[in-house]
């Protein structure tokens, strides 16, 4: 089951794994044969959801640490072994579980996000796509737009 979630990023161009909800992003595939995960038409658009979904949950929720995020994103509940996770996230980036991170500074996220598509994927990410989808979140004028 682990491998086939890993295939399903990668085939979705989505390799953080977002979960399909009411939301439209930019970038969508206009087919999403997935029922559980959206199809991204890209891999940096899909980042670029991901860069903004962690904007959120800093914001909303007021989660910015490694643990804090990562215990949100792949909670146990959900069948996730959470702390594996966490470990496995501090030791690609470099950071430890309680940094505070920003949410608007690329030596932050970047890493993060890059950290958590390898955890998802099992296979080490494009940073040339991570970076690509850093400049579509940044060109995000207003919070709202999806």
């Known amino acids: 089951m682990e491998k086939l979630n890993k ?17 439209l992003w930019q970038g969508l ?47 146990p509940e959900d069948g996730n072994d959470t702390e594996n996770y966490i470990r496995k996230v501090c030791v690609l980036t470099g950071f430890p579980p309680d940094k505070c991170l920003n949410p608007y500074d690329p ?6 996000v890059a950290a958590m598509s390898r955890v998802e994927c099992g296979v080490k990410p494009i940073m040339s796509q991570i970076k690509e989808g850093w400049s579509l979140y940044m060109g995000t004028d207003c919070p709202s737009v999806i």
């Open 107 to 112: 030596s932050h996220m970047a890493p993060l």
């Open 7 to 23: 295939q399903r990023g990668l085939r979705n161009c989505n390799p953080l794994n977002i979960r399909r909800t009411a939301d």
């Open 29 to 75: 595939a206009e087919r999403q044969p997935d029922p559980e995960f959206f199809t991204f038409r890209s891999m940096p658009w899909s980042y670029r959801a991901a860069f903004i979904v962690l904007r959120t949950y800093c914001h909303k929720y007021g989660l910015r640490t490694v643990r804090d995020i990562i215990a949100r994103w792949a909670p």
